[in-house]
């Protein structure tokens, strides 16, 4: 790779846009419907200021902090993201030696076009790995698919639960975006199998919907060959589980001694409903604005679901961290870690995992920067004060 060339994340997109197909750039780039969740994700971070502390020995910052009990270089995991092999061949094999090289987490994508076992196995070097759970109609096959990945050697579970169907991504309707030919959806290959059995041991199976999933060659077929609108949306809608309440977490439990975390909390009712549940984590999400347009923009839902979880649980973040402040901002504001999403796509299409790595060493180094111009050593010593929210900010008020 000939030395790729940025000083900040926010440069990437429009590089990224000149070697991807439209049509990818689109699928990976957009949001839902007006596109206002994509933007404010990124425009609440002005918003909030951040109050330096002064003469406190900073020659030493400390970027560490722990997760499920393993040490992490920096408060930070890769979201998430669904087919990566239309960015770089490599793809999430790329992505996930990037993060392990980094000393941080990824989350792998059910929707991985690598499959999860291969990308267990490039992260070994790592501190821990999440793979990202959709639940399908099929039951018996989402069960295979957890202990598949527990098995594998992944640490904790993240369910996304903010997904009962796609967005309404109309980039990807003009664009009749597909996943291109040669490239496979790689955990779903057992999704049509008949694995009916389990329906007697398992009271939450639905026989009807199992059936409803057979014949995995036509709804790969969907994926491939979009009609109207996208392709991937009515693969999805096909079938993933709209019917899914917070009596999953136990169903899951009973199938898998994973950590279960839950992505794409907003409210605080939602963050205590989970916690009652038994889940383990909680990450505040809009999708990356992909999803319900209009919701709140990540970081303005954070503090209040902090608050109703009161620390019993860690509470991850994303949503358009592209800088060191914006890890500290989420930090003071009651995460204990954050999730960076586009951006790794965009090191990953311009460079491969050297593009990814270059990605994450330029948001841990204003991290480092930013924690030391703040009078904060180490993590621990962010807090609430720190940060001016809009309210207690005369610009915010023009
Ligand atoms: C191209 C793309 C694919 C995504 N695929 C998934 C997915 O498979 N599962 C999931 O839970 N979230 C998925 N997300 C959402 C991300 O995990 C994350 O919430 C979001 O991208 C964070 O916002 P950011 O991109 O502004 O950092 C995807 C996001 C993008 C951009
Ligand atoms: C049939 C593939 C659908 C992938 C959806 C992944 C996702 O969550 C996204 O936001 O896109």
């Known amino acids: 790779m000939s030395e790729l060339f940025f000083q900040n994340l926010d440069e990437l997109e429009p590089l990224a846009e000149q070697?991807?197909?439209?049509?990818?750039?689109?699928?990976?780039?957009?949001?839902?419907?007006?596109?206002?969740t994509l933007r404010d994700n990124r425009a609440v971070f002005s918003r909030y200021r951040l109050m330096p502390r002064m003469m406190v020995d900073v020659s030493n910052v400390d970027t560490t902090c722990t997760l499920l009990g393993r040490e992490l270089a920096y408060p930070v995991l890769i979201a998430p993201m669904a087919m990566q092999c239309m960015a770089h061949p490599d793809g999430e094999l790329a992505v996930s030696r990037a993060a392990a090289a980094e000393g941080i987490p990824m989350v792998q994508s059910t929707m991985g076009t690598v499959g999860l076992a291969d990308v267990r196995?490039?992260?070994?070097?790592?501190?821990?790995?999440?793979?990202?759970?959709?639940v399908f109609k099929n039951r018996a096959?989402?069960?295979q698919l957890v202990q598949h990945a527990e098995r594998s050697g992944y640490n904790g579970l993240m369910v996304t639960v903010d997904a009962p169907f796609l967005g309404k991504r109309e980039a990807d309707e003009r664009n009749n975006f597909k996943l291109p030919d040669g490239l496979r959806l790689a955990n779903l290959e057992g999704l049509g199998a008949n694995l009916g059995k389990e329906t007697a041991s398992n009271p939450s199976f639905n026989p009807v919907d199992a059936n409803s999933v057979a014949g995995a060659a036509t709804r790969d077929a969907a994926v491939h060959d979009a009609g109207e609108g996208s392709g991937v949306s009515k693969?999805?809608?096909?079938?993933?589980?709209?019917?899914?309440?917070w009596a999953f977490v136990a169903w899951l439990r009973s199938v898998t001694s994973l950590p279960i975390f839950v992505k794409g909390i907003l409210s605080a009712a939602d963050a205590e409903r989970g916690v009652d549940a038994g889940v383990d984590g909680i990450v505040v999400s809009n999708h990356g604005g992909r999803q319900l347009d209009t919701a709140p923009a990540s970081l303005d839902a954070l503090p209040a679901v902090a608050?109703?979880?009161?620390?019993?649980?860690?509470?991850?973040?994303?949503?358009?961290?592209?800088?060191?402040?914006?890890?500290?901002k989420a930090l003071a504001l009651g995460a204990d870690a954050v999730l960076l999403g586009r951006p790794v796509l965009w090191g990953l299409a311009l460079g491969g995992q050297q593009g990814v790595q270059k990605v994450l060493e330029t948001l841990?180094?204003?991290?480092?920067?930013?924690?030391?111009?703040?009078?904060c050593p180490s993590l621990a010593h962010l807090n609430r004060r720190m940060v001016l929210v809009p309210w207690e900010h005369p610009s915010a008020r023009l």
């Open 19 to 36: 070697v991807l197909p439209k049509t990818v750039f689109g699928y990976y780039a957009s949001g839902s419907e007006t596109e206002s």
């Open 121 to 134: 196995q490039a992260g070994a070097g790592g501190p821990l790995m999440f793979f990202q759970l959709y």
């Open 141 to 143: 096959f989402v069960r």
């Open 235 to 245: 693969h999805f809608s096909d079938n993933i589980d709209a019917s899914l309440t």
């Open 307 to 328: 608050a109703a979880v009161g620390k019993r649980v860690p509470v991850l973040m994303d949503g358009g961290i592209r800088r060191g402040t914006d890890i500290i």
């Open 364 to 375: 841990r180094k204003e991290l480092r920067l930013s924690m030391a111009l703040m009078g």
